[in-house]
């Protein structure tokens, strides 16, 4: 897995992005999953569904807002020699934003009630949709500036920015709900974003030095980068918006409140990707091909030992998981918890990793062919199971549409002279399943689900550990690299005891074997 290369100063500075970021969602989510715990209990099943369809019209209407300026300002920033000659390509993109934005809100307005007739078959949701209006405008100012933030290497307000949405939206949301109900709630999760948006235009003004007045001129090129990325995340937005369309005309209000209080636990893990996805963007950006083509594999199996082992646990303890965080009333979500952490038991295939590396190197069209064949899977596939298993038909199908976009980013990897390891990949998937069941076995001897809890994870993290070195998905190679990558990271410290254990039962593994040898 390990063939080290001169790639560990990126690296390095990959892994303090995303540890960075890891922290800040970490807190967001945090801040954000006190809020909603809270929420799901103030509103029921039914109300918590209401709540979590409520912003679909707005997340529609933002497809007619960003056409993927905002990442090509990150790739422009994370080129850039001289920060200061960002102004005029910031300028020219805050204000392309505010247009398209603005005139998108303005739109859905007098379309809210239409619109969620024909999106949610619930025209009666009308007025919670208008309430979402605003969010058109702050998503795509948060979203600019975040990434635009992150292509300029400032990790510490990247990191910043979603404690700042999660906190505000995590105090208003329920103190809102109390007197209004999910009307409050929808209202608390607008105030967030505005205040985090408004937040990152004021820092990203402060590091490029002020908005110049940029035109055409400015704004084509990022167009002519952005727009295969914009298709790519409009296509992924649609397909949200379906996929909340299929749950409102095939699934109850309590399914659906069950199915998003489920995502909550699979977002938790999805804070882990997101951080290194992000974190690997700007360094694809600054590689050439061939380096990049390296750095892929090593994102690729490292990013598993994460990933696949937070998604068998997942499987394993989904249902205690969803009883300690939400009580009885969520009978569904342990079912739903289980299909959706299966995604994660691939994520050595590069499931994180090939969307930044096709955006850094320029290969951007690759990313919009992708979103196509998820779609293609999807959309008929989700047609064909819903009537009959409605909500974890959905499930399935994005499971499947999520597999074969993945397969088909490898392919176009490989024809690219880039691979990941399918070895790793395999042996990794391997341990995190083979290490739940002395994990299940260890919390059943407990009937507090806390207790039981703590337990099976305790085990789960000692035998995952072992088998991760059985198995050979870690070597005395890798050991090295994950210490200097995480040397410059605030949890440099922890990962050193942890890799000084692993080191050590590694050396004890081939002693033990040179002694049995003949």
């Not at 954000?32 to 109300?47: D, F, K, Q």
């Not at 789960?460 to 050991?479: K, M, N, P």
Request: hydrophobic content about 55%; aromatic content about 8%; overall charge positive.
């Amino acid at each position: 897995m390990a063939q080290r290369s001169a790639l560990g100063d990126v690296a390095a500075d990959s892994a303090a992005s995303a540890v960075s970021l890891f922290g800040g969602q970490v807190l967001a989510t945090l801040a954000a999953g006190l809020s909603l715990i809270v929420l799901a209990r103030l509103l029921g099943p039914e109300g918590y569904g209401r709540y979590s369809l409520s912003t679909t019209v707005a997340s529609f209407l933002t497809l007619a807002t960003d056409f993927g300026v905002s990442a090509a300002l990150a790739r422009e920033a994370s080129r850039a020699a001289n920060k200061e000659g960002l102004a005029p390509l910031a300028g020219a993109a805050l204000r392309f934003l505010l247009l398209s934005s603005s005139c998108a809100a303005l739109a859905g307005l007098p379309l809210s009630g239409l619109l969620a007739g024909l999106l949610l078959r619930r025209p009666e949701m009308a007025g919670l949709v208008e309430l979402t209006m605003p969010l058109v405008v702050f998503a795509a100012l948060f979203n600019l500036s975040f990434y635009a933030l992150l292509g300029l290497g400032d990790a510490a307000a990247v990191a910043a920015l979603p404690v700042v949405r999660d906190v505000v939206r995590g105090v208003l949301s329920p103190l809102l709900a109390l007197p209004f109900g999910c009307e409050g709630a929808v209202a608390g999760f607008v105030a967030g974003y505005g205040v985090a948006a408004a937040a990152g235009v004021a820092l990203l003004r402060r590091r490029v030095g002020g908005f110049a007045r940029g035109g055409w001129r400015e704004l084509r090129p990022m167009l002519a980068y952005g727009l295969p990325l914009y298709m790519s995340t409009a296509l992924g937005t649609a397909l949200g918006v379906y996929q909340n369309s299929v749950l409102a005309w095939f699934a109850t209000d309590e399914e659906v409140g069950n199915l998003r209080a489920a995502a909550n636990f699979a977002t938790l893990i999805q804070l882990a990707s997101a951080s290194i996805a992000s974190a690997l963007f700007p360094a694809f950006s600054r590689l050439g091909r061939e380096d990049a083509a390296k750095a892929l594999r090593y994102a690729a199996a490292y990013s598993a030992l994460v990933l696949a082992p937070a998604g068998a646990y997942a499987i394993a303890e989904a249902e205690t998981l969803v009883r300690v965080v939400y009580g009885r009333a969520y009978t569904l979500a342990p079912g739903f918890l289980s299909l959706q952490a299966v995604a994660f038991l691939w994520s050595g295939l590069g499931t994180v990793a090939l969307g930044s590396f096709f955006q850094g190197v320029g290969e951007t069209k690759v990313n919009f062919r992708a979103s196509l064949v998820s779609a293609t899977v999807f959309v008929p596939l989700s047609l064909a199971l819903a009537p009959a298993l409605r909500a974890y038909g959905v499930v399935a199908a994005l499971l499947a549409a999520s597999l074969a976009s993945t397969l088909y980013s490898l392919r176009e990897a490989a024809r690219r002279g880039a691979s990941v390891d399918y070895g790793a990949a395999l042996r990794v998937g391997a341990a995190a399943l083979l290490a739940a069941p002395p994990a299940v076995l260890a919390g059943s001897l407990f009937a507090n689900h806390l207790a039981r809890l703590a337990a099976s994870a305790l085990t789960y993290l000692l035998a995952y550990s072992l088998l991760a070195l059985l198995l050979g998905c870690l070597g005395r190679e890798d050991i090295e690299a994950l210490r200097a990558a995480l040397s410059r990271t605030p949890v440099a410290p922890l990962a050193g005891v942890a890799l000084g254990y692993e080191e050590r039962v590694l050396g004890l593994a081939r002693r033990l074997r040179r002694q049995q040898a003949p």
